[in-house]
Each structure stands twice: as structure tokens, then as C-alpha cells.
């Protein structure tokens, strides 16, 4: 399941969240490619995993071939310590989302994020994490804050 992020202004943002969770390598780049975008952002801290193609090199090397660009940012990562929350209760959830906003307002993270809203101004880009479901991945807060940066400038910090 992917979700958008965006209008159709003319700075618009062309940002599609993705999870890769539930896809195989080919399911994923069929999809990134029916979608239009041309540079994927892996916003894991550690690109690694078990699941055979999903690993950084691999990854890269297959959009490569399908012609999509592939960026690690591991700033824009959620911290391990704050993963949890992003499958407990509503409670848990809020305060999971505050801080993973909070992480992104360090100089590094907001230097990663004005980097992929200058890429998503310029080319479709999709953000690619682990978890299928966007509400339980720190995707929603890191598209919604890329959104309010794009709409008001740096200035204006994460969404809380």
C-alpha cells in the first residue's frame, strides 16, 4: 500500500510513500513504475534486510536496471528505541510520531529532509520503508512534515 503526499500546484511535492512489507522485489519496482517515479529515498537507519533483495546493494542495483534512481538517507530513519510505539496502542502511537518529529529537528535530519523536498520538486520520488501500513510507520509524520517544509520553508520545522 503506498500513499501520496502532495497537490498539484505548481512547487507541488511528488512524494509517494511506500512499505515493502507484503511486496516482493519485482511487486515493488512494478509498482514504483506504475506510479511514475524515477528516484527512490530509503528512509530505514540501516538498510539491511532479511528478505532477499531489500538489502542496499541489491535494492539499488534492481531499480538501477528499471531505471529508478536509489538514495539511502538514514537520517530520516527512525531511531530503534522509538519503533515500538509505531505498533502499540493510541497512545503509544502519538507519542511514537512526537518523537520521530522531534528526531527530525536535528541540523542533520532537516539538512536530509530539504534534500528530498528539493528531489520530490524536481522528480516523482517514492519513500521507502519496511511497514505496509502507513499510519503505523514513521513515513506518515516524515511525508507530512516534507509536505509543511515545502508549503512554508524551512523555517517552519516538523509537524508536531
Known sequence: MAEPAGDTGRDAL?????????HTLASLIAQLRAAGMTRLVDVRQQAASRRPGFAKSALRQALAAA???????PELGNPRDNRPGFGSGPAELDAARATYAAWLTRPAALAALDALVDAARREPVAVLCLEADPQRCHRWVLL??????????????PER
Not at 17 to 22: P, R
Open 144 to 157: 507530512r512534515t516534507a509536505w509543511m517544509r515545502a508549503s512554508s520553508g524551512p523555517a517552519a520545522g
Open 14 to 22: 511528488r512524494l509517494l510513500g511506500v512499505g515493502y512489507e507484503g
Open 67 to 73: 531505471g529508478i534512481a536509489y538514495e539511502h538517507q
